[in-house]
Structures are given as structure tokens and as C-alpha cells.
């Protein structure tokens, strides 16, 4: 099984950066991609940015040039750093792993307010 953890999300002002982390426990080794996901009340669980084992990342639209998604496997830990952010951008933020082929797990969610 994997476990993880999020930390980092609180609130800030427009226009300002904050970093989120992920710490992935457990049964790490078979993860092939990690990344985030973020979700507003009456709203879907939309994906905000992925890294694959390759390191191929993917963005949303509404955060490319604001966003960076990195990961460091070895020591099975993931941030996103996030700047410019906006009002739109606050969410509950969601830690993911895909694990093999079709194996999803996910973080418990740390909340990030962005005040106008």
C-alpha cells in the first residue's frame, strides 16, 4: 500500500506564492506518476499538474507559467510550487499517486485560500 501526506496549503494574499509538499509511504517503488488535483465545493476534482517517471510533467491551462511540479523519487517526496496566484486558484489540493498500471492513491488534502 502507499500513504500520502500533504502539507503546506494555508492562506495568502493575490498575487502571492506558496509551496505544497507530498511525502509517499509505503510500497513506493512501483509509483509511475504523481501529481496534483485540486477540488471547489459542487465542483469536480480537477487535475492541476502531473510528473511522470520520465519526467514528463502536464499542466492544467489555468496554472502553466504559474505553477511547477516536481518530484524527487528517490526520497519518494513531490511539492508544487505555485505562484501569481489567483482568488480562483483556492482549493482543497490533493496529493496523487498512480501506482503500476491502473492503481490510484490519494492524500488526505491541505487547503490553500487565496484572498482577493
Known amino acids: 500500500q502507499v500513504q500520502l501526506v500533504e502539507s503546506g496549503g494555508e492562506l495568502v494574499q493575490y498575487g502571492g506564492s506558496l509551496r505544497l509538499f507530498c511525502v509517499a509511504s509505503?510500497?513506493?517503488?512501483?509509483?509511475?506518476?504523481m501529481g496534483w488535483y485540486r477540488q471547489v465545493p459542487g465542483k469536480q476534482r480537477e487535475l492541476v499538474a502531473m510528473?511522470?517517471?520520465?519526467?514528463?510533467?502536464d499542466y492544467a491551462d489555468s496554472v502553466k507559467g504559474r505553477f511547477t511540479i516536481s518530484r524527487d523519487k528517490s526520497k519518494n517526496t513531490m511539492s508544487l510550487q505555485m505562484t501569481s496566484l489567483k482568488p480562483e486558484d483556492t482549493a482543497v489540493y490533493y496529493c496523487?499517486?498512480?501506482?503500476?498500471?491502473?492503481?490510484?492513491?490519494w492524500g488526505q488534502g491541505t487547503q490553500v485560500a487565496v484572498s482577493s
Open positions: 496523487y499517486a498512480r501506482w503500476g498500471e491502473s492503481q490510484d492513491y
Open positions: 510528473i511522470a517517471n520520465d519526467d514528463n510533467t
Open positions: 509505503g510500497n513506493g517503488f512501483g509509483i509511475s506518476a
